[in-house]
């Protein structure tokens, strides 16, 4: 990422130019919707939030002191749509979210499994998880939307995958069953 | 040491689960969607310098020519002989606060010493927290505990009574520092956010923070950050006069067994039974609490509406004045906003061992699968509720749960009665 470029952007777009916002919209755009999924679970809810963080950037950049931490500062905002979004659909979504989850033990659906095992992380390991299998983010992306060192990105990775494995494992699920699974 | 999780069929498990189609971002699209936005940023044209608003040259700048790859490399030979920072270390004293809460909530284990100095009594309490992989455990001064897994908290009195039980606040997306600091230092507040440290020193920030507006009991917020870590070292939240709070936190201690982080098992409750909505007062004979035979409840007034219809008065009690009743019935909506519904109103009244009845606890909002802690008698009504004037304070934590029957319900009440010999 050219880092002088980045803050130029910013500052361009802090002074009313549109296409620097654009470019910034783009390059940001799928870290976002990855990011609210992490929070929500939900495609769609996930790509409005999405736009909300662009809609409420766009009006509140004038606020943004350091042009260096962009991404972060959008990844903050767009926690926060997530949440509120969450917070609002907790009666109906979230918590139909929660009732499916309970439900795969029942129903041994295994993305459901592995979906669980995902929801049950931290997170802020859940957002590095979800950010690097849902659109296949690097780690030196995730690292740099979600201001972390790339190694500690790797290590938090590394342990939330753990988890993952560990919970899949108690729950029946194994590399063995996987092959059979894709196999069917 | 890290093991690698090198498993194949994890990755491909991984990305079959939660892996999406690429969308291709649409900024025409979002634009139309999103005029007031748009117009808003593009209305600042012309208020900025003139060089930022000229159309930038978007890409990576490929060195191209011998001589400007020499150039770039004698110039980073340079930098590293004076010992310079090529792309530009920390700038500490710009480092906004998020960034400490981003660190913060990377944290797997922190253990933090809590000292109260209050109020005004020269009263020095200590307590202990501990937050490990999304559980926290608080042993509050008074000989609480509070347990919190992340979906639910549990608070057990000095004696072990479970108290309280409800949702946890984490559940709701709040931080551990948010739930220290009582709400003040939350994500969602932008000023606080982007505050920089007060004072920048050789091995540690300080960042102050004033007091939220209409605060009537917090002052100033201190908190001093290691400044290579970005961690909180220390909190110090200044409540009136000279008091304080002190949080300090150690990264070091060693983990506690995952077993501390389990609540006891629940005794089960001093009184259970069945009450009907809207109907009749059910009298339920209490064991295991000295001093109380019997408590009467009544169940009534569910609300399940939207919560700008919520009544502003749900709770009408004759013997309490109207501006009481209305500040408990906006109490109940704002409650009633954050969780949703249905409540109901519970009726709670007491008769103890001698025959003698307590005041009504009448303005009880209740949620099912909740339990919030009550009082009635020597704090709730008086030592003239109790006819022979002895102290007497019933401290209470009533529940509701559905059955399988329409307008039908579990009451279970946790009780004791407080003397003054305790």
Known sequence: MNLNSETELVE??????LESFGVLYERYHSAMVALAYSVLGDKELADDAAQETFAI??????????????????????????????????????????????NTKMREGRRDLIREAVWKLRPADRELIVMRYYDGFSQAQISSVLDISPSAVNGRLVRAKRKIAKYLKRNGFTEVNHGTDSKQ | MEQTVNNKWLEEALTEAIGSEEQKPD???????????????????????????????????????????LSAAAMIIIAVLFGLKFIGGPDVANIAWAEVTNRFAQIDYVHIYIIVKSRGDDFFGHGEAWHAHGKTIVHGNDGSVTYDDGRMV????????????????????????????????SDENWQLKEQTPTRVCEDFLIYTFDPPPGSNWLDTTSITVGRNSLLPIQMK????????????????????????????????????????????EVVLNISGAPGLKETAVRLYDRYDGPAEEFPSDYISVERHSPDFCKSVSEKAR???????????????????????HSTTLDFLAVWLNE???????????????????????????????????EDTYIVEIRCRVETKSD
């Open chain 2, 27 to 69: 900024f025409e699209k979002w634009k139309q969607q999103h005029p007031e936005a748009v117009e808003m940023l593009t209305s600042r044209a012309g208020e900025g310098p003139l060089m930022s608003t000229r159309p930038l040259k978007i890409g990576r700048t490929i060195m191209k020519s011998r001589m400007c790859k």
């Open chain 1, 57 to 102: 950037a766009c009006q509140k950049l004038d606020s943004l002191k350091h042009r260096d931490k962009f991404a972060g500062w959008l990844a903050s905002i767009c926690r926060n749509t997530a949440r509120n979004i969450l917070r609002s659909k907790r009666k109906t979504e979230a918590g139909d979210f929660q009732e499916r989850t309970e």
């Open chain 1, 12 to 17: 361009a777009a802090q002074n009313g130019h």
């Open chain 2, 371 to 405: 339990a919030n802690q009550c009082g009635v008698g020597a704090l709730g009504g008086g030592l003239d509720d109790w006819p022979d004037g002895k102290y007497r304070n019933i401290r209470f934590s009533p529940s509701l749960r559905p059955t399988d029957r």
């Open chain 2, 237 to 280: 939240i200044y409540v009136e006069d000279e008091d304080y709070d002190l949080f300090i936190f150690d990264y070091e201690a060693p983990e506690k067994p995952s077993e501390f982080f389990i609540p006891p098992t629940v005794v089960s409750a001093n009184c259970e039974g069945e009450v009907v909505l809207d109907g009749e």
């Open chain 2, 154 to 185: 549990q608070y057990f009195d000095k004696r072990g009574m479970l108290t309280v039980r409800r949702p946890s606040i984490f559940a709701d997306g709040q931080s551990f520092l948010e739930y220290l600091s009582g709400g003040f230092l």
């Open chain 2, 334 to 356: 704002r409650q009633y906003e954050k969780k949703g519904g249905p409540v109901f109103r519970l009726d709670v009244s007491f008769i103890t061992d001698e025959g003698y």
